[in-house]
């Protein structure tokens, strides 16, 4: 339970939001950046931006990490 409120804490998203957002590329699940500015999918490791606590989920708005 701890880890689910830092988790909303640091990313100001709902946890149960978090539970149902997917890639739109792969439709894995995304997982929160550990400084808490985006959701990254860790099957294609593209990165959506959280802009003003709300998850950009496009891909025209994605980077993708090395």
């Known amino acids: 339970v ?3 409120l830092q988790t909303e ?10 539970k149902i957002l ?4 792969c ?6 950046v550990r400084d808490g500015t985006g959701l990254k999918c860790k099957q294609c490791n593209r990165v959506y ?7 950009v ?5 994605a980077t993708i990490e090395a």
């Open 27 to 32: 439709k894995t699940p995304v997982l929160p």
């Open 2 to 4: 701890a880890k689910i």
């Open 9 to 18: 804490a640091t990313v100001g998203i709902d946890p149960e939001l978090l």
């Open 49 to 55: 931006p959280i802009k003003d606590d709300i998850p």
């Open 22 to 25: 997917a890639c739109p590329s």
């Open 57 to 61: 989920m496009l891909l025209d708005e």
